[in-house]
């Protein structure tokens, strides 16, 4: 990672995702943005606000309606020496691309024995707790870790945000980049004004304690960082928690060097827990520090369910006693 601290300004995560883009379409000609309405509305939580005077029309795209356009055109881009950053309104309306992701995205560089690569970031707003309607909120995260060829990425923080997009715009592989909409005006952390970048793969101890490993990414590392607070100010115990950024590839090292220091793990994500991104994780563990383990792993998830009505929406997301209880159950065990 390499930062440079001489102008720092306090950034929302979608100002410094802002940030990240105006900074690689100044250097890079190579980098372009299209999305449905990302020009002149500046996308529809203004990510991409501002861009479209700055920068043009040639380089900020409006398209129609058509996810499976929007990143099959990128596919298409990108294997021509463009570095395409193609917006999804909302997670749940990429399932229309999915078959480019899937059957060309990951598969260039492989079916062109190396010739070609497809450097591009598909942008997609998730999660829930902002009352959106159905599919708006849906954390399917797993369904994309399991394409080969694809790294998914999900920043917690308007810092980590800036350096992982930038990272991500420069992989020469296709990236998912996945940004909890909860995070996006909830807070402002300390962004560089320069260009930075947060290598891909590794994760972030944000606390770091002996007894209960606590494995997170996305909003709910706010969620835990606040549930564990007030745990240990409670206990006679503290918790390693760490934001996890990158889902695939995880960062075996991390997780396994915090296993080995305490014995327990908790892991909570919003997902549904069936086929969820915890078995990696789990399956990290079993590989790498199974002997250290001196409790079962403890999840802490969405229901199999899709995300219910916004009324409902709280009993569905793993909340701060869920998070306490998980805690009590690993230490105690």
């Keep these: 990672m390499t930062t440079v601290a001489a102008d720092v300004k306090k950034l929302t995560m979608i100002q410094a ?33 501002g861009l479209l005077n700055e920068f043009g029309e040639d380089r900020v795209i409006d398209t129609p309606l058509a996810e499976s356009g929007i990143v099959g055109t990128s596919v298409g881009l990108a294997v021509n020496g463009f570095k395409p950053i193609a917006e999804m309104q909302f997670f749940g309306f990429i399932y229309p691309a999915f078959n480019q992701l899937m059957t060309h995205a990951t598969r260039m560089r492989q079916r062109s024995l190396g010739r070609y ?12 707790g902002v009352k959106a309607p159905e ?62 970048t947060i290598e891909l793969g590794k994760a972030k101890t944000v606390r770091e304690g002996d007894d209960v490993t606590v494995l997170t990414w996305g909003a709910m590392v706010n969620d835990t960082m606040k549930a564990v607070e007030q745990w240990e100010k409670e206990h006679q115990a503290t918790c390693d928690v760490i934001d996890l950024r990158t889902l695939y590839p995880l960062d075996r090292d991390t997780i396994k060097t915090s296993v080995e220091k305490t014995g327990r793990v908790v892991i909570v994500h919003e997902a549904p827990e069936t086929g969820g991104v915890s078995g990696d994780i789990l399956s ?50």
């Excluded at 940030?19 to 990510?47: K, P, Y």
């Excluded at 690569?117 to 829930?128: F, K, L, N, Q």
Aim: a negative charge; aromatic letters at 8%; hydrophobic letters at 40%.
């Design 135 to 196: 599919i708006h909120s849906d954390s399917v995260e797993a369904l994309f870790t399991h394409i080969p060829g694809l790294k998914v990425v999900t920043p917690s923080n308007g810092y980590d945000a800036k350096g992982l997009l930038i990272a991500s715009i420069e992989d020469p592989d296709p990236v998912l980049f996945i940004e909890p909409m909860r995070c996006y005006r909830t807070g402002r952390t300390e962004v560089p004004a320069e260009k930075y």
């Design 117 to 128: 690569t497809v450097p591009m970031v598909i942008r997609a707003p998730y999660g829930a």
């Design 284 to 333: 990290v563990i079993n590989d790498e520090a199974l002997f250290y383990l001196k409790a079962p792993v403890q999840k802490v998830t969405g229901f199999d369910t899709p995300v219910p009505v916004y009324s409902l929406e709280n009993e569905y997301l793993p909340s701060a006693r869920k998070i306490t209880w998980a805690i009590e159950e690993a230490l105690h065990y």
């Design 17 to 49: 995702i802002t940030d990240a883009m105006r900074t690689m379409l100044d250097e890079d000609d190579s980098v372009l943005v299209l999305g449905q309405d990302v020009g002149i509305n500046g996308g529809v939580f203004r990510a991409t606000e």
